[in-house]
């Protein structure tokens, strides 16, 4: 088939697919009567407003329409109806007590289709199958369950200290490697390597075409224009692989009888069928493939904010080493028993989740039937996006909100804790949170009460300003930055050492 026949033919589909959404719209227009659309920036006919889709950092485009249009900003994309949401109380109104019908998700042909991401429970429509999948995370990442890992989320956290000892210019790779090996111990009970940075690129809004006009995906790859498949068959290899590759290891090891004890052993354990076979195995095998993927990447950049702020903000250093010598002491090591008696340290936790939030958008909501909110339809089927970004940095609620900050998080009166918008809203809440604060708290504890952060400084010995400033993506990183992480002490390392050695594998 010729070049030429190809642009005929994708050209007669894209029209015909605006052709068919401006039909949509129109029967939209008859469904809701008297009420009118949130407001938002002027649509082009049959494109909408895909023009002015910003490709990244969206939150910060979401936050200049605000002061134009309000707390509800509408848009559509060849016919397809997004609203950024940019209050907390309006987020709440539709996420949490409308959940009914904002709790499933809209469909990322990129991300489900192409690169096969469709087994991730954040990514599963609201229904049955989503259910299912949630109930078997429950006793594992809700209290109680959730608190049988703070001894491995412990030793974890003091043999990351040992690294950072020896190797502290490597602090990125070593937390990396680090909370990947913690959250692949507690899934399955050994280690895998991560591959989720192509996801985190490929769900962003705005960031393919093929996530607004579906029909893209069946566009060949040397097709001109097609550069994304190429993207996406790197991303179908490695989506495929964390989802099978630990699992098969984990089953192989229950089989024999040698398996450790993970979430994957139990699940299989209490899973094995009259005959011998594992009911439920598609399910076993996403749930925990689902814990990786969710907590790895997003522990990692938190932790990478908090290094950020301890170079930038030294005075909320000090307070929070301050507050862990007159609690700790100079002869052990912080232990989770110690946190309700270590207030700053907490603080400093939550200001890093909401001062560089790891998913500023959150994760997009959909509803599934129309909808009347304070005077404005919401059709069925419109993605509607948390601009979690700018509800962590309203100045009417959090005070000088681009500062670090963690005293606003203490005293009879704190701020609004960012707990309530960094994990999401509604039914579609992060299942991991409490596993992730347990394992935030516990590398920062260590990490203030062992080891000074400071800028690092050149050849010559100039400082060498951190840059603030992060990649795109549905989850963001930090950009590579570098620091200089030394011991507060001879005292203090050999203190860690001594701990480390004692440890029980």
């Known amino acids: 088939m010729s070049l030429y026949l190809l642009d005929i033919i994708v050209s007669a589909v894209v029209t015909s697919w605006m052709i068919c959404s401006y039909t949509s719209r129109q029967h939209e227009t008859q469904r809701k009567g008297e009420f009118q659309l949130p407001p938002g920036p002027k649509r082009l006919p049959l494109v909408g ?16 329409w605000r002061s134009e ?3 509800m900003v509408y848009l559509e994309n060849l016919g397809r109806p997004l609203i950024f949401i940019n209050s907390y109380e309006i987020a709440v109104d539709l996420f949490e007590k409308r959940s009914a019908n904002y709790s499933s998700r809209p469909s990322f042909p990129m991300v489900n289709d192409l690169q096969k991401w469709d087994w991730l429970i954040a990514l599963m429509p609201y229904g049955d199958a989503w259910r299912k999948h949630r109930s078997f995370l429950h006793n594992f990442l809700e209290p109680p369950g959730v608190l049988g890992y703070k001894d491995i989320q412990y030793k974890t956290s003091l043999k990351l200290l040992k690294r950072l000892l020896h190797e502290p210019l490597q602090f990125e790779r ?32 705005g960031s393919f075409l093929v996530n607004v006009v579906p029909f893209l995906k069946y566009i060949p790859e040397w097709f001109p224009g097609a550069a994304f498949q190429k993207l996406a068959k790197r991303g179908r290899t490695f989506s495929q692989a964390m989802l099978n590759n630990p699992h098969d290891v984990t089953k192989s090891e229950v089989l024999k009888g040698i398996a450790r004890p993970s979430m994957t052993s139990e699940l299989i354990g209490d899973n094995i069928g009259e005959k011998g076979e594992i009911l439920d195995e598609d399910v076993i095998s996403r749930v925990t493939g689902a814990v990786y993927a969710g907590g790895a990447d997003t522990s990692v950049s938190t932790l990478l904010t908090f290094l950020i702020a301890m170079m930038l903000n030294p005075d909320a250093q000090n307070r929070g080493q301050e507050e862990l010598d007159r609690v700790i002491g100079s002869e052990r090591m912080p232990t989770f028993d110690d946190q309700e008696n270590l207030p700053f340290v907490n603080a400093i936790c939550l200001e890093a989740m909401r001062w560089a939030p790891v998913a500023p958008m959150g994760g997009p909501h959909a509803s599934t039937s129309d909808d009347i909110y304070n005077g404005y339809f919401i059709p069925e089927g419109t993605t509607l996006i948390a601009n979690q970004w700018l509800m962590l940095h309203d100045p009417s609620v959090y005070t000088d909100p681009e500062a670090f900050k963690p005293e606003r998080h203490l005293g009879a009166q704190p701020e609004r804790d960012p707990v309530k918008i960094v994990f999401g809203f509604g039914r579609r809440f992060c299942p991991g949170r409490h596993l992730a604060q347990q394992s935030i708290f516990m590398t920062v504890a260590n990490i203030l009460h062992v080891f000074n952060v400071t800028k690092a400084r050149d050849e010559d010995g100039g400082v060498i300003e951190p840059r603030v400033e992060y990649k795109p993506g549905l989850i963001r990183h930090p950009h590579p930055f570098k620091c200089a992480i030394s011991p507060r002490s001879d005292a203090k390392a050999a203190l860690l050492l001594q701990v480390v050695d004692s440890l029980d594998d």
């Open 49 to 64: 407003n895909i023009f002015q889709m910003p490709r990244s950092r969206e939150w910060l485009k979401a936050a200049e």
């Open 69 to 71: 249009y309000g707390d």
């Open 174 to 205: 070593h937390i990396r490697t680090s909370i990947g090996a913690m959250i692949m111990m507690i899934a399955y009970g050994h280690e895998v390597e991560q591959a989720v940075s192509l996801f985190s690129i490929s769900a962003a809004p």
